[in-house]
């Protein structure tokens, strides 16, 4: 009997789909909600007689294999390493026969663990480190952490004597090219990092994220990821899943966390739900991901003031996906990392302790000594928090208390999310991920961000924002007070903080540099039409309102 014969002899394609759909009963049929696409009257059928599921509004189908496939996005092999740990089968070995693309780029990635893993036995200095952050010998082990070292050529001489190539080491993120057209001669992408190796949720690698642990002469990102390929995309993979799918169903709840130090500690103490995102900022995509495997989550970021923008954004995130969302609060500077290894059982309290997301950026809103600036700081913060909360009592409970901790009524809180809902709150700045001022707020807030410690990059973003947008500008944005100031720091930090390309010096002098004629030309064509617009409202000409306004949604784009 083939593998594939033996796990359909021990799952059902109904116990299979119901994991990651809610399925109820329609004659010899299932049925649910598209897990492929918003909608709210079920189109997903699933045959338990032929083994066969279909989605009427998207036309897809298959077998529980390709369901699989298709939610976790892996090939078959992944689906089938999956669904074979679901059913407690040990497949057969594969014969080494000439390999695909991609299993020649899981092979590669895969001997670069290991020699990884090596080379860090190897190192007192990394393991010194590890243990000096509290992590045990079995949890380096069971993560596969690894040390690549300080060498240009290490990893690759060491693969290609394996048989591998130059190509499929660069299509695995392995290595990379000179930046001069001078040499082709590749070497490799990390070096002097403490590895973590990425997995799909069938635990092959397709990914590392490197710690800087020796210095370059020049300054380098804190962590290097590997880029985009065929095997890894940073906006879908969620590091630590493929452990934590099983915690998240026993705990009942996933937990977010920022880096791979903090994932591994969190797991150690228990908490083995917990997940980060790869070198990104947190995705619809790792959103749904969470969603389909409990509608509860913890956000566990860092407790300094990056942290707490990064988590406010992913409390927007998961709100806009109808989660519920808590927010752990930790004291001002700490990560969980720190606390982990520190102080475990403050952490667990803290864990216990943690509130809903419009609870804890109220009660950040209300720090503010300012009764204006605290009331500005409401509306551009928690009112959209709100706002996402899709449980009308729930909201109801939510405007009550933001009321009471502001010291307002609760129909001007009211009167907030109405003006929200009917699209005026950039007017008085309550969203400021609105595209035309998204460049604004990025510039405006990296700025903020980095005055005090890089005045001569801030002088030079400040320049640019000038020659782009006005002087005048600027002065007016800075003059809209600290809660708003701390929102372009928030936007900033998820926009630009959160990028792992090179420095950050690097990435401001790409930042002042990028996209000025373009977009000068652009902002004027959009100036123009907003000016049309008004035109054609004032003469009631419904027909020159919605040619202006296509026009506007195409220019809109162009701006983001």
């Known amino acids: 009997m083939s593998d594939i014969d033996r796990i359909k002899d021990r799952l059902s394609i109904v116990d299979v789909v119901g994991g990651y759909v809610k399925l109820t009963r329609a004659g010899k049929y299932f049925k649910g909600l598209s897990p492929f696409t918003k909608e709210k009257t079920p189109s997903f059928f699933v045959s338990p007689d032929k083994g066969l599921y279909h989605c009427f509004s998207t036309g897809k189908g298959g077998d529980m294999f390709t369901f699989v496939s298709e939610m976790e996005g892996v090939d078959f092999r992944g689906a089938l390493t999956i669904l074979a740990e679901r ?288 009331l500005l700081k409401a509306e551009t913060t928690v009112l959209p928090l709100i706002s996402a909360v899709r449980s009308p009592m729930e909201q109801e409970y939510f405007v009550k208390h933001a009321a009471e901790v502001l010291g307002v009524s609760e129909e001007s809180v009211r009167r907030g999310l109405a003006r929200r809902a009917s699209g005026e709150a950039y007017a008085t700045n309550a969203d400021p991920l609105l595209g035309p001022h998204a460049r604004e707020l990025v510039l405006f807030g990296v700025a903020a961000t980095i005055a005090e410690s890089d005045p001569a990059s801030a002088r030079a973003i400040e320049t640019a924002f000038a020659v782009e947008f006005g002087a005048e500008r600027w002065s007016e944005l800075a003059a809209q007070g600290e809660a708003f100031i701390e929102t372009a720091r928030m936007y900033a930090s998820e926009h630009f903080f959160t990028q792992e390309d090179g420095s950050v010096a690097e990435r401001v002098a790409r930042l002042v540099s990028e996209r000025e004629p373009e977009r000068q030309s652009v902002k004027k064509e959009y100036d123009a039409a907003l000016r049309a617009l008004k035109e054609a409202e004032r003469a009631h000409d419904a027909e020159a309102a919605r040619r202006v306004m296509d026009e506007l949604a195409v220019l809109t784009k162009k701006l983001k």
């Not at 000096?132 to 001489?157: M, N, Q, S």
């Not at 092959?204 to 300054?219: L, M």
């Not at 969620?238 to 705990?251: C, P, S």
Request: with cysteine.
């Open 87 to 374: 059913a407690g089968i040990e497949l057969e070995r594969a014969p080494r026969e000439s390999r695909d693309e991609r299993a020649e780029l899981y092979a590669a990635l895969e001997a670069a663990c290991t020699l990884f893993e090596d080379e860090l036995k190897t190192r007192d200095d990394p393991r010194t480190y590890l243990a000096g952050r509290g992590i045990e010998p079995g949890t380096i082990a069971h993560w596969r952490v690894g040390y690549a070292p300080k060498e240009w050529r290490f990893l690759r001489d060491a693969l290609v004597a394996r048989g591998f190539t130059d190509e499929v080491l660069l299509k695995a993120g392995l290595v990379k090219r000179p930046d001069t057209q001078s040499s082709d001669r590749v070497y490799d992408r990390f070096r002097g990092r403490i590895m973590f190796p990425l997995f799909d949720p069938s635990g092959r690698v397709i990914a590392f994220s490197g710690r800087i642990f020796e210095d370059e002469a020049e300054p380098q990102a804190k962590y290097l990821n590997s880029p985009d390929g065929p095997l890894f995309d940073k906006s879908r993979a969620l590091y630590g899943m493929q452990d934590a799918k099983a915690g998240i169903r026993t705990l009942g709840f996933s937990m977010l966390v920022e880096g791979q130090v903090d994932l591994v500690l969190m797991h150690q103490l228990g908490y083995r739900s917990a997940v980060a995102s790869s070198g990104t900022a947190l995705s619809e995509h790792h959103v749904e991901a969470l969603k389909r495997h409990s509608p509860n989550v913890l956000i566990a970021y860092d407790g300094d003031r990056a942290g707490k923008a990064a988590a406010y954004r992913a409390s927007q995130l998961c709100l806009a996906a109808h989660m519920n969302v808590k927010v752990l609060a930790l004291p001002n500077g700490l990560d969980p990392a720190d606390m982990a290894s520190t102080d475990p059982q403050g952490l667990k309290a803290a864990v216990r302790n943690a509130v809903p997301a419009v609870t804890f950026f109220l009660s950040e809103t209300a720090l503010a000594r300012d009764p204006r600036e605290r």
